[in-house]
């Protein structure tokens, strides 16, 4: 698979894990240009709110709203109905609220477009990046491995009516083979060769994530921590590229 620059850039996704808007200026200004996701969480977006949101678009970059809905099916609902009018491209909501909760996210989504409008992608967090088996089994309760547990999640919320899902880069094959090429992963735990683990435990390369079939991955600190942002989501565009 060979990939052009734009559209390298556009399977890249910013974590933009800061405090409040102002703090994540001087990144926005040096990244104009490049067609990337940026990845609004809950701490940014609370404190934020929906201006932010609409500020990356007239920015020029696609946004992926990360607030990871996990309610009863009518509060999802409303919830997704205001993201899609906001202008989100993508939004997720927690597999674990099961299949009438997902359905009725996808009916917020439905009554919110306009004429015209682009329906955002709705994906589905299964594990998250953090979870080890033994905090699956003896904390959260869950038996078996956490591949097993993210496939499970993952055909569910295929059967729901999702797009794709949040898993670690280490799923990426099991979930195109349960689910179809065609549903979307989204690869949390990137890191360039040589960059801090942090507190990821499931990670991968930028090229060896591409190589798995994952759609779009997330990289915060690698990119935001850099001494030079520009530099360093040019470089891992052009690791992408070349695989």
């Given at each position: 698979m060979s990939?052009t620059?734009?559209?390298?850039a556009?399977?890249?996704?910013?974590?933009l894990d800061y405090?409040?808007?102002?703090?994540?200026?001087r990144?926005?200004?040096?990244l104009?240009?490049?067609?990337?996701?940026m990845?609004?969480g809950?701490?940014l977006f609370?404190?934020?709110g929906?201006a932010?949101?609409e500020?990356l678009k007239t920015r020029?970059?696609y946004v992926?709203?990360?607030v990871?809905?996990?309610?009863?099916p009518?509060?999802?609902?409303?919830?997704?109905h205001s993201?899609?009018?906001l202008?989100?491209?993508?939004f997720?909501v927690?597999a674990?609220?099961g299949s009438?909760?997902?359905?009725?996210?996808?009916?917020?989504?439905?009554?919110?477009?306009?004429?015209g409008?682009?329906?955002?992608q709705?994906i589905?967090?299964?594990?998250l990046t953090?979870?080890?088996r033994?905090?699956?089994?003896?904390?959260i309760?869950?038996?078996?491995?956490?591949e097993d547990?993210?496939?499970?999640?993952?055909?569910?919320?295929k059967?729901?009516?999702l797009?794709?899902v949040v898993?670690s880069?280490?799923?990426?094959?099991?979930?195109?083979?349960a689910?179809?090429?065609?549903f979307?992963t989204?690869?949390?735990?990137?890191?360039p060769?040589g960059a801090?683990?942090?507190?990821?435990?499931?990670i991968?390369t930028p090229?060896q994530?591409i190589?798995?079939?994952?759609?779009?991955?997330?990289?915060?600190r690698?990119?935001?921590?850099?001494?030079s942002?520009?530099?360093a989501?040019?470089s891992?565009?052009?690791?992408?590229i070349?695989?």
């Amino acid at each position: 698979m060979s990939l052009t620059k734009e559209e390298a850039a556009k399977r890249i996704m910013v974590a933009l894990d800061y405090s409040n808007a102002g703090e994540a200026e001087r990144l926005l200004e040096e990244l104009r240009g490049i067609p990337c996701y940026m990845k609004v969480g809950m701490q940014l977006f609370y404190a934020a709110g929906p201006a932010f949101v609409e500020s990356l678009k007239t920015r020029g970059y696609y946004v992926f709203l990360d607030v990871k809905m996990h309610d009863i099916p009518n509060t999802v609902k409303g919830g997704a109905h205001s993201i899609t009018s906001l202008g989100a491209d993508m939004f997720n909501v927690h597999a674990a609220g099961g299949s009438a909760m997902m359905e009725a996210c996808l009916e917020g989504v439905d009554q919110a477009l306009t004429a015209g409008a682009k329906r955002p992608q709705v994906i589905a967090v299964t594990q998250l990046t953090s979870t080890s088996r033994e905090v699956l089994n003896h904390e959260i309760g869950i038996t078996g491995s956490v591949e097993d547990s993210v496939i499970a999640y993952a055909k569910l919320a295929k059967a729901s009516g999702l797009d794709g899902v949040v898993s670690s880069p280490a799923e990426v094959v099991s979930v195109k083979e349960a689910c179809g090429a065609a549903f979307a992963t989204v690869t949390p735990g990137i890191r360039p060769a040589g960059a801090a683990l942090n507190d990821q435990t499931r990670i991968m390369t930028p090229s060896q994530a591409i190589a798995q079939g994952t759609d779009y991955m997330v990289i915060g600190r690698p990119i935001t921590a850099a001494p030079s942002p520009r530099e360093a989501i040019q470089s891992i565009i052009e690791e992408l590229i070349s695989v």
